[in-house]
């Protein structure tokens, strides 16, 4: 008899699990709050240009996520970012200094792809655009309810995927009295996690430097990140430069209710500075993201999540994997949905 599952959150994580579940006797049915999916590793388009302004890319880190990724899933459009990833510290002295820089992926059409690809190889149901605010745990199972109060329905068990606040805020509003409820709340709760805001800066002309990006080494330049996206296939037309910065926590925690052009025009500022290219101080056109919940910078307590298993409550992310990339929410979404069929 088949079992039916709710994943909260079509990110990286969710589309693992699903991917994972689509030769067993378990139904997937997926909500997510935004139009798309993939969840912080975001994709978006302005003209001619395609760009990430969240995860970067996926790196190979994981044998198996590689073998997915390059095996498993279609590769049509699956580029490598060839050039290295340069540092830079606090005076903004830039070199190589990164050995050790593992191989790097994305997509011609845009890291998202690596979920819709996941998704595409399943029977699940995606349902964009709804946002889950309440679980109900029933004697067999749990309701779910979005914002408007409405029931999204019944399911035999739920799997959470939103960043851990977010998840710790969906537990507050669940009705599940339970002594683990609150404990299981408070741990998620705990999980902290880095806040960033990123700035996207065009240029009708194509940066002479021979690095894809440059980290901040020692954690102390107010920019924390800078990746050219002109160094990914099929992103930008040839002649032309698209920045993604990505400030240090600091900058970010104390401009984060600046106005968006405030905001902008300190990011080019400090972006042509760092690269002593005045320039780059007058970027033609600009986007920005406020990340709020980037990556997950703790540990949780797994034996807590194994306790709300027990209850057909399940969780799955790159908080869960204790590592804020993009590899380990999939592999961490993989064993998951793995965990949950044989739970069966």
């Avoid at 579940?21 to 997937?28: E, G, K």
């Avoid at 690596?114 to 109900?136: H, I, M, P, S, W």
């Avoid at 709300?308 to 949905?337: K, S």
């Amino acid at each position: 008899m088949s079992r039916n599952l709710a994943v909260v959150g079509a990110g990286g994580a969710g589309a693992a699990a699903a991917y994972a579940l689509r030769d067993t006797d378990v139904d997937v049915t997926v909500f997510e709050k935004s139009r798309g999916v993939c969840g912080r590793a975001a994709t978006r388009r302005h003209g001619d240009c395609t760009y990430e302004y969240g995860a970067n890319y996926l790196k190979a880190d994981d044998d198996r996520v590689t073998e997915l990724v390059t095996e498993a899933l279609p590769t049509e459009g699956l580029v490598d970012i060839e050039e290295p990833v340069y540092a830079f510290d606090r005076a903004g002295d830039i070199d190589a200094g990164r050995d050790a820089d593992e191989h790097k992926w994305t997509y011609e059409a845009g890291i998202t792809q690596v979920a819709k690809r996941l998704f595409n190889e399943t029977d699940a149901e995606v349902e964009n655009g709804v946002r889950v605010e309440r679980l109900e745990r029933q004697r067999d199972g749990w309701l779910l309810q979005d914002d408007d109060g409405a029931d999204l329905g019944h399911f035999d068990a739920a799997l959470l995927t939103p960043p851990a606040p977010q998840t710790a805020d969906l537990l507050g509003q669940s009705r599940w009295n339970h002594d683990d409820c609150r404990e299981l709340r408070q741990e998620v709760a705990s999980v902290p996690y880095r806040t960033v805001i990123a700035g996207v800066l065009h240029y009708p002309f194509e940066l002479d430097v021979p690095w894809y990006a440059a980290v901040n080494s020692d954690k102390d330049h107010d920019i924390g990140w800078i990746g050219r996206e002109e160094c990914k296939d099929g992103h930008v037309p040839d002649g032309e430069s698209l920045l993604l910065v990505q400030m240090n926590e600091p900058w970010s925690i104390a401009n984060y209710d600046e106005h968006p052009d405030t905001l902008i025009d300190d990011i080019a500022t400090r972006t042509a500075r760092l690269l002593d290219d005045d320039r780059l101080a007058d970027p033609d056109w600009t986007d920005h993201q406020h990340w709020r919940y980037s990556q997950p910078e703790g540990e949780v307590d797994h034996d807590l999540l194994s306790c709300a298993a027990e209850h057909d409550l399940h969780f799955a992310g790159d908080w869960v994997a204790g590592e804020g990339r993009l590899h380990a929410a999939l592999r961490n979404g993989l064993e998951t949905g793995e965990a949950i069929a044989d739970s069966g």
